[in-house]
T-cell receptor, first 112, second 116 residues
Framework: GDSVTQMEGPVTLSEEAFLTINCTYT??????LFWYVQYPGEGLQLLLK?????DKGSNKGFEATYRKETTSFHLEKGSVQVSDSAVYFC???????????FGAGTRLFVKA | SAVISQKPSRDICQRGTSLTIQCQVD?????MFWYRQQPGQSLTLIAT?????????ESGFVIDKFPISRPNLTFSTLTVSNMSPEDSSIYLC?????????????FGPGTRLTVL
């Protein structure tokens, strides 16, 4: 079945450091890929998405490119801020269905 | 986008009791989902609730334990029945504007449940 694997956390960075959170997936067909973020005490919210191969999703300085050849959707940000501290979830929704599969989540701590 | 509220935001319950969680959406939506998020874990889908039909439960979840109602396109409830400490978790509802794979989900703030 479909699955999402993302790097384990926690990830601890200093402010203005470069961030990469790796995400790979297994799916048949042509899934859409998502990154959701969960700030402390809140529900999940969509950070960015990509719906087909080579698409780049971007939002709030974060980017991720849908790489079908490597089945990856790594999240990157050039300069993190303390306010980026949160849990990040990679997810996919496959064609022909509406069930979303979430990765385990990666907790990010950014120190001032 | 959709704005979703949940009640209660948190509760502490005794073993053997039941709790009903409400989810209200500010617009009409077809697809509504209930998830469980155990401490430090990812989201596990409990069931999909569509208005006018029975909820569809995922493997490991049954209607007797987690009955769901979906009386209209803006509201749903999830009941956690005969609770045990293992049910301590965050329960999240979410909605999607459609059934296409490119539709993102919008999440409520969650209900944090502690069972003693």
């Amino acid at each position: 079945g479909d699955s999402v694997t993302q790097m384990e956390g926690p990830v601890t960075l200093s402010e203005e450091a470069f961030l990469t959170i790796n995400c790979t997936y297994t799916a048949t067909g042509y899934p859409s890929l998502f990154w959701y973020v969960q700030y402390p005490g809140e529900g999940l919210q969509l950070l960015l998405k990509a719906t087909k191969a080579d698409d780049k999703g971007s939002n709030k300085g974060f980017e991720a490119t849908y790489r079908k050849e490597t089945t990856s959707f790594h999240l990157e940000k050039g300069s993190v801020q303390v306010s980026d501290s949160a849990v990040y979830f990679c997810a996919l929704t496959n064609t022909g269905g509406f069930k979303t599969i979430f990765g385990a989540g990666t907790r990010l701590f950014v120190k001032a | 986008s959709a704005v979703i509220s949940q009640k209660p935001s948190r509760d502490i319950c005794q073993r053997g009791t039941s709790l009903t969680i409400q989810c209200q959406v500010d617009s009409q939506v077809t697809m509504m989902f209930w998830y469980r998020q155990q401490p430090g874990q990812s989201l596990t889908l409990i069931a999909t609730a569509n208005q006018g039909s029975e909820a569809t439960y995922e493997s490991g979840f049954v209607i007797d334990k987690f009955p769901i109602s979906r009386p209209n396109l803006t509201f749903s409830t999830l009941t956690v029945s005969n609770m045990s400490p293992e049910d301590s978790s965050i329960y999240l509802c979410s909605v999607s504007p459609g059934t296409a794979s490119y539709n993102e989900q919008f999440f409520g703030p969650g209900t944090r449940l502690t069972v003693l």
